[in-house]
């Protein structure tokens, strides 16, 4: 079962952009799963679990703008939850249904956290991968020393090559997942040379606003009311054990999960970590 691949028009105070999706499953499915991307990486990340889960689901998983097939908004100043929230629910609206299921790995799931806090909200059960609502300094400042960095390679092998060693907390993935994960992440210039396809300017409102301390989004995570399951990379520098804990007691009272020798984040590429978003989904 193969995907197909659309857009839907969004808006931003500085114009209109279009945000890209892939779709797989029965478009008559009333049951919906989104599936949201990290910082710097886009819908196909999903492949393997939007396979899985299509007898199941209508799987929705965008491309957040300014990453992937998705436009870049005009004003880098955008770049951010509220405008990422906003095109979700534009999304949804497209869709023609009134809940969803969310899965959302690290900025995925601070936009899913965004939205399951609202009242009114459309989702019904959350899956946060490798995210919760404290972020400390020292994550901040190993994001900060990547995102928005413009590096090229020679070739796609040299892509190939660095992908593998800033992703290595993605865990032991075969070369057939590393290079899927390349080949949808870079694209190739006039030049010739590869380079990430993208936005660079993604990182602006980031460095602009980054502070010397912890991001607490505590008040947030406790006005979430659905089922929640929070899985952590046992490895993590971004979800703290002690956070991923304290998730299991405060707001929605989450569902733990940790997959040992994976870092920040587990890619739902194999079938252990499938299999526990999958359980979590369709139970009852």
Not at 24 to 32: H, I, L, M
Not at 188 to 206: E, K, M, N, T, V
Not at 255 to 268: C, D, N, Q, R, T
Request: negative net charge; charged residues 20%; glycine residues 8%.
């Amino acid at each position: 079962m193969e995907f197909t691949q659309n857009t839907v028009q969004c808006a931003s105070p500085s114009g209109l952009h279009r945000m890209a999706y892939t779709e797989w499953g029965a478009r008559d499915n009333p049951r919906v799963l989104v599936c949201v991307h990290g910082l710097t990486r886009n819908a196909r990340d999903f492949d393997a679990l939007a396979r899985a889960m299509a007898s199941h689901y209508r799987v929705i998983c965008p491309d957040v703008v300014g990453r992937g097939q998705s436009s870049r908004l005009r004003n880098p100043a955008g770049y951010g939850i509220p405008q990422y929230v906003g095109d979700m629910v534009t999304l949804i609206a497209r869709l023609g249904v009134d809940s969803v299921h969310w899965v959302g790995t690290s900025m995925g799931g601070l936009i899913g956290m965004a939205l399951a806090s609202l009242e009114g909200t459309p989702i019904q059960k959350l899956l946060l991968n490798d995210v919760g609502p404290l972020i400390t300094v020292d994550a901040l400042q190993r994001i900060a020393t990547y995102v928005g960095a413009d590096p090229t390679w020679a070739s796609f092998d040299e892509a190939l090559a660095y992908i593998k060693l800033i992703s290595a907390p993605f865990g032991n993935l075969d070369e057939g997942q590393w290079r899927h994960l390349t080949e949808h992440s870079i694209t190739q210039r006039s030049d010739g040379r590869w380079g990430f396809r993208y936005d660079p300017l993604i990182a602006a409102p980031f460095k602009a606003a980054f502070a010397d301390q912890d991001v607490d989004l505590w008040p947030l995570y406790e006005q979430i009311k659905c089922p929640t399951l929070v899985l952590r990379g046992a490895e993590s520098d971004l979800l703290s054990r002690a956070t991923w804990e304290a998730m299991g007691s405060r707001g929605p009272r989450a569902k733990l999960a940790e997959i040992s020798g994976v870092g920040h984040a587990p890619m739902f590429m194999n079938d252990e970590q499938i299999s526990i978003a999958r359980d979590f989904l369709l139970s009852a």
